[in-house]
């Protein structure tokens, strides 16, 4: 654990530190997000963010690799399958953030990156479902054995949808960072304990990638949280979501039945906790596109009708809509953990707790801001 606490020290600290240095040269080069109708800033905010995360995942990484805990398990294929697709996609970013690709483009580089990963070995090589039987001698029962192609394709696909979910999601200061921070503890709060609980290896590179993932979050929200002084942007966005990607691929296979036989929720959470972590994003880029669809618009065409710009609506400040935000991905997220892990009542009871809370924070936290700012006002008035 303290290998881990190092590596999220390290990516948070260098992500921070050289976060303003990533400011300067978005602004001497021209990387700005200017202002439009769809928009909740106010001025042009410097871009290139992912310039400073990338700094900080790469000293995260260089740390590890030379660890006497961590440097053993993560091999130099999986540190430069890391290494290329981060620095791909952080590319692809840059070049989006000073000139504007157009959505194919990205698209294409996206796979591009993915497929560089995959073929290094980033891949999903089975997947715990219980019912569907083995496939292959050796293999693990109640897995589901991919092949090279179906796991090849099954592992861009889930890649390329992460990242467009995260970078449909970076609306608001702070909104992406936080919400992949929550993201991230949960893979690594649910890879560590199962670990402990089956007695399997705790240096894994899923966790090791949520770590750091983590960190690097944590050192940009500070300048990243309204008012922002400045944006992740596409070379952000696309790389935070590709790393999150990464947990789930590495996390998602290395489960084995066989280890936790007799309690197939554990072997069964891997699938499940990545769209439990995500839903957030995943349902607003799903609104997103059927939205744009019957309207007739490209899905690709942006609009102001996003989940955050909702909340905007009933009446909750940049903050506020951010703060919400936050707890509802946590509630969703540690919710699937806590299904395997609490017993029937105890879960129910959480559950209705912390979901009450969240529905009162939403619905209910705009109408007693304005309640108070009116019963401020009429106490003003009468003064004068």
Wanted: hydrophobic share 55%.
């Amino acid at each position: 654990m303290r290998e881990y606490l190092l590596v999220f020290v390290v990516a948070a600290s260098v992500t921070y530190l050289m976060t303003p240095a990533a400011r300067r040269i978005a602004l001497r080069w021209g990387a700005m997000t200017p202002v439009r109708d769809r928009d909740v800033h106010a001025i042009p905010t410097p871009r290139l963010g992912g310039v400073a995360m990338l700094t900080g995942f790469l000293a995260a990484l260089l740390v590890a690799t030379n660890l006497p805990f961590l440097g053993p398990t993560f091999s130099d294929r999986n540190a430069r399958a890391l290494l290329s697709g981060a620095v791909l996609i952080c590319l692809l970013g840059i070049a989006d953030d000073k000139w504007g690709l157009d959505p194919i483009t990205k698209l294409a580089g996206q796979v591009l990156a993915s497929g560089v990963m995959v073929l290094q070995g980033v891949q999903m090589l089975f997947l715990p479902i219980g019912g569907l039987g083995s496939v292959g001698p050796g293999s693990p029962p109640g897995a589901f054995i991919l092949g090279p192609v179906e796991g090849s394709v099954l592992t861009i696909i889930v890649i390329v949808a992460t990242i467009n979910a995260v970078n449909f999601v970076d609306g608001l200061d702070g909104l992406a960072a936080g919400i992949v921070a929550i993201a991230a503890s949960a893979f690594f709060v649910f890879s560590y304990l199962l670990a402990i609980d089956h007695n399997l290896d705790r240096a894994t590179t899923s966790s090791l990638v949520a770590a750091a993932l983590m960190g690097l979050c944590i050192g940009f929200l500070p300048h990243n949280f309204s008012p922002a002084r400045i944006f992740m942007g596409d070379s952000g966005s696309m790389l935070i979501g590709l790393l999150l990607a990464t947990t789930t691929i590495t996390l998602t296979g290395t489960v084995n039945p066989n280890d936790v036989s007799g309690d197939i929720a554990p072997a069964l959470l891997p699938v499940i906790l990545p769209f439990a972590v995500l839903i957030v994003p995943f349902v607003d880029l799903l609104l997103a596109i059927i939205r744009r669809t019957r309207a007739g618009r490209s899905p690709f065409a942006p609009d102001k009708q996003h989940l955050h710009h909702r909340l905007l609506e009933l009446g909750h400040s940049h903050a506020r809509a951010v703060l919400v935000m936050y707890v509802w991905s946590a509630v969703i997220s540690y919710g699937a953990i806590a299904a395997v892990r609490l017993h029937t009542v105890a879960l129910l009871v959480s559950l209705v707790a912390v979901v009450l809370v969240a529905l009162v924070l939403t619905m209910k936290l705009p109408r007693l801001h304005r309640d108070d700012d009116t019963f401020t006002g009429l106490g003003r008035s009468r003064s004068r």
